[in-house]
């Protein structure tokens, strides 16, 4: 029996340096937890995760996803699409998903593919970082190359991402460097739109242009510049992080399960359930905040209408009632039960899934290729400290030479 009072600080050291027995002591003594100190719930237990998320008119988006945010609730009135709640959300999904479907994405395999050898292939397998000098590299040139961003812009892109979501230990608010970073990125995205407007390409931002959405109100059916920029703003953060992150750690979360790269090496059928496993075992996003709309009674505990919740997804997918020995990786894991909440559930389960999913194989693929057998110098592996997204800024890695 643990005496010490437990705390969840999500802008804690403790949280960023890997928050699993926090997550674990708040399964079994808080399900719905209540901080004190910042005035929010969590919710961490599967059972209340994953309806959580699918109970859009309980729990709102429409006041954003992170716990400042919701607490200000003031969202501009160009809205992006993940603060929006229907009817608004349905008509803007069915829009963008149609650049998303099956077919789209498998289009992109050799162009996804030709951006990870490239950047592989620059890499020092004496000793490179993994993140530092690959995963960080990849995901952003293949979103930007989607939305048609040019070459010279994407580094700049990147670095504005990690200031938006970077968060020093208690800081909760955006800083001065990740607002300006916001801004920064909204000028250019709201720039290269109306340049599309003039001088369409084969991208994604100019067949939004192209395309009409279906709205409730005697706006034009056309999207507007705004909302345009605000979609890949959106796509060019989140669609980099995720994989970034995943591709990242995983050669941390291999060589402290090494008889799972060995099974990986010897089976790569395997490849698409290790991908599904890492996002369960270490998800790059762990939480999403939402705003109650109405009291609501969970375990004895009443959350009033009107708080911020955080619906801790990184807990739920190591919740051992809905997963077997949930702490250990295991890539050949039953998955006909649960699935894990890494892309969310319900209206605003993540858009770019299916092509995170791809490059997340594709590069585990050629990794398996390119370190057979390799070293992680654990001492000097640091975490990103970062708002709603886990995962590794420094992972150092050997290339080991195989004796047999």
Known sequence: MTHTKLVFDPFSQEFFDGPYDIYTRMRDEAPVYYSEEYDFYALSRYEDVAPAYRDFETYSSARGLDLATVRKGEISSFKSIIVLDPPEHRHMRRLVSKVFTPRAINDLREMVDAQIVRFLDRVDPAGFDMVQDFSAYFPMEIISEMLGVPEEYRTRLRLWTDASLHREIGQIEMDEAGTDAVVEAMRFYYGLVKERRDNPQDDMISKLIEAEIERDDDQPPALTTMEIAMFASLLGGAGAETVAKLVGGAPVTFARFPDQWAKLREDRSLIPDAVEELLRFESPNQYNVRYSMRDVELHGVTIPAGKP????????????????????????????????????????????????????????????????????????????????????????????????
Do not use: W
């Open 309 to 404: 919740v955080f619906l801790m997804l990184g807990a739920a997918n190591r919740d051992p009632a809905a997963f077997d020995e949930p702490d250990v990786f295991d890539i050949e894991r039953d998955r006909a039960g649960r699935q894990s909440l890494a892309f969310g559930l319900g209206i605003h389960s993540c858009l770019g899934a299916a092509l995170a999913r791809m490059e997340s194989a594709l590069a585990l693929g050629h990794l398996l290729d390119f370190m057979p057998e390799f070293e992680v110098d654990f001492d000097n592996c640091t975490r990103v400290s970062m708002q709603n997204v886990a995962g590794y800024e420094s992972v150092p890695v050997r290339v080991r030479t195989r004796l047999h």
